[in-house]
């Protein structure tokens, strides 16, 4: 991500309006959209497609589910 883009400046002058959890949400997001986009781009260099991205997004907040899961049932046994 671009380091001046509308993303921080919404959530800049947003700041005070939005609650935390919305914007650490969304920051989370935006973060993991942006890596799995580099990611499409290690992968598929100048062919790379956002949707190849959105892809990875999908599997990506999968494997973290399934980890989350793992951990909570290691904590419950």
């Known amino acids: 991500m671009k380091l001046d883009n509308p993303f921080d400046a919404m959530h800049e002058a947003q700041k005070a309006r939005i609650p935390q959890s919305i914007r650490d949400a969304a920051i989370d997001v935006t973060d993991t959209a942006d890596l799995c986009w580099a990611g499409a781009r290690a992968v598929f260099g100048p062919r790379a497609k956002p949707e190849q991205a959105l892809a990875m997004l ?14 909570r ?3 419950t046994e």
């Not at 999908?58 to 951990?71: D, H, P």
């Open 58 to 71: 999908a599997m990506v907040m999968q494997r973290a589910e399934e980890t989350r899961r793992s951990i």
């Open 73 to 75: 049932d290691e904590r």
